[in-house]
Nanobody, 125 residues
């Protein structure tokens, strides 16, 4: 059974930092590409960042580029999202996701078939 569990969400002030973690289990997950997505009330779930199964190659949404850093540690079965300079518009439920690795690091949420339950991030002004 494959399982993804997010943690690290919370209430912070604008300009603050926060680190989200996604613990994953399952024999095949460590060789899957993974990503972070978020969904704010009344909005569609959107792409935040993605990382290759082996690390190194990453992709970020324009809205978070330069502020967020995605990483993974397969030995520890974790994927992380380090967020700095948080803004109120970053408020959302953040989800970790995984998909079978391909030659291109995909950002379309519909291609990710493994999902966690989400963790709430709230940034006050």
């Amino acid at each position: 059974q494959v399982q993804l569990v997010e943690s690290g969400g919370g209430l912070v002030q604008a300009g603050d930092s926060l680190r989200l973690s996604c613990a994953f289990s399952g024999r095949t997950v460590s060789v899957y590409d993974m990503g972070w997505f978020r969904q704010a009330p009344g909005k569609e779930r959107e792409f935040v960042a993605a990382i290759r199964w082996s690390g190194g190659t990453t992709v970020y949404a324009d809205s978070v580029k330069g502020r967020f850093t995605i990483s993974r540690d397969n030995a520890k079965n974790t994927m992380n999202l380090q967020m700095i300079s948080l803004k109120p518009e970053d408020t959302a439920v953040y989800y970790c996701a995984a998909r079978r690795s391909t030659l291109t690091l995909v950002t379309d949420k519909v291609t990710y078939n493994l999902w966690g339950q989400g963790t709430q991030v709230t940034v006050s002004s």
